[in-house]
């Protein structure tokens, strides 16, 4: 299992690539408001951020768990919780 302090280690590294990121996004790409119905798409911002997915992610890849939902349910809902 990974110890709290290199999980935090992990999603300071994640957190700052992913605002790196962003900025080159918001400066490179240019993207439609409008799909191509002619409706917006909606841009709700999540109840987590796209690091803490990340580290969710990376931190499952490191584990012995055989599947997502196990991982979830059994660690993070229960960090999550608390």
Avoid: A, W
């Avoid at 994640?14 to 917006?40: M, T, V």
Wanted: with cysteine.
């Amino acid at each position: 299992m990974i110890t709290r302090d290199k999980v935090t280690e992990i999603f300071c590294i994640i957190d700052e690539f992913d605002k790196n990121l962003n900025e080159e996004l918001k400066k490179n790409l240019r993207l439609p408001s409008k799909d191509g119905s002619g409706k917006r798409h909606r841009n709700r911002k999540g109840r987590l951020s796209e690091s803490e997915i990340m580290t969710i992610l990376v931190c499952y890849h490191f584990g012995t768990y055989k599947n997502f939902k196990e991982y979830y349910l059994s660690c993070i809902q229960m960090q999550l919780k608390q």
